[in-house]
T-cell receptor, first 116, second 114 residues
Framework: KAGVTQTPRYLIKTRGQQVTLSCSPI?????VSWYQQTPGQGLQFLFE???????NKGNFPGRFSGRQFSNSRSEMNVSTLELGDSALYLC???????????????FGPGTRLTVL | GDSVTQMEGPVTLSEEAFLTINCTYT??????LFWYVQYPGEGLQLLLK?????DKGSNKGFEATYRKETTSFHLEKGSVQVSDSAVYFC?????????????FGKGTRLSVIA
């Protein structure tokens, strides 16, 4: 089975621009979660999508948004970029069935975003 | 709320040394527990997991046992290699999660020197 893929792997943007990141989950998985990883804050949960609906959301401003398509692929958008948005953005896929005994999140390689 | 506490790094060991990375958790009920590893420049890889008390997860020579009494899930390896140099994250998935995501510790950086 192919793993979680994320594109692009690297991005350089300037302040004020917007950016869209893409994540393709493992085949059969219906849940995609997004995380931001920075040296200072560690791993922070952004949001989770399941069957095209946002099911959970972390504590990030409205500039961060996402969506999920019928094939479970997900995109994350950040508008009006700030320097502090520079980070590794990770997505994770799982069955999303919320069964703690079986559900496991598998991560992609991440998109490294640099805001200048 | 639920939380995970890991020993602070960095941890520096010589090749073939014994490794322990401590992880304790606070959670309602009995969560599933995970160790993820992040190699330089990469995403997180699932290393091992345990879903109930006294379960032992193991993979690539690493082991961790789910200890309900001490709310711990310490990672161990008998003989580390240079290739084990990475950042290790302990995480929990709440059993009565509703829509709660994974809860991560801050990560422990391991450096193994030849």
């Amino acid at each position: 089975k192919a793993g979680v893929t994320q594109t692009p792997r690297y991005l350089i943007k300037t302040r004020g621009q917007q950016v869209t990141l893409s994540c393709s989950p493992i085949s059969g998985h219906r849940s995609v979660s997004w995380y931001q990883q920075t040296p200072g804050q560690g791993l922070q949960f952004l949001f989770e999508y399941f069957s095209e609906t946002q099911r959970n959301k972390g504590n990030f401003p409205g500039r961060f948004s996402g969506r999920q398509f019928s094939n479970s692929r997900s995109e994350m958008n950040v508008s009006t970029l700030e320097l502090g948005d520079s980070a590794l953005y990770l997505c994770a896929s799982s069955s999303g069935l919320m069964d703690a005994s079986t559900d496991t999140q598998y991560f992609g390689p991440g998109t490294r975003l640099t805001v200048l | 709320g639920d939380s995970v506490t890991q020993m602070e790094g960095p941890v520096t060991l010589s090749e073939e040394a014994f490794l322990t990375i401590n992880c304790t958790y606070t959670a309602t009920g009995y969560p599933s527990l995970f160790w993820y590893v992040q190699y330089p420049g990469e995403g997180l890889q699932l290393l091992l997991k345990a879903t109930k008390a006294d379960d032992k997860g193991s993979n690539k020579g690493f082991e961790a046992t789910y200890r309900k009494e001490t709310t711990s899930f310490h990672l161990e390896k008998g003989s580390v290699q240079v290739s084990d140099s990475a950042v290790y994250f302990c995480a929990l998935f709440p059993r009565n999660s509703g829509n709660t995501p994974l809860v991560f510790g801050k990560g422990t950086r391991l450096s193994v020197i030849a």
